[in-house]
């Protein structure tokens, strides 16, 4: 999906329509967080303390968003914003 580098879309800082300049931001959903009580519980028990721990549930895979980083061009502040919910193909800018 081809996005052109410059749009004119609503800025939610200065409350108006705005030119804003385009970066493509798709990423995965980030990891957990190491040392948050129930990943630490989960370590302790595959460790080898108490009884058998239950593996993760095989879940459907989702695919991933198309972000895009919009800046604004007046105000300099950024704001994300999805294109095209789920992923076909990944968003790229448009050169010149």
Do not use: D, F
């Amino acid at each position: 999906m081809k996005v052109p580098k410059l749009i004119h879309t609503y800025c939610p800082y200065c409350r108006k329509h705005q030119p804003h300049n385009v970066k493509v931001s798709t990423s995965k959903y980030k990891a957990g967080r190491s040392m948050a009580w129930g990943t630490r519980k989960h370590e302790r028990k595959l460790a080898g303390y108490h009884g058998k721990v239950k593996g993760k549930a095989k879940v459907k895979k989702q695919g991933i968003r198309n972000k895009i980083m919009l800046e604004c061009q007046n105000c300099k502040k950024k704001h994300e914003t999805v294109i095209s919910g789920r992923m076909k193909k990944k968003a790229e800018v448009l050169r010149e």
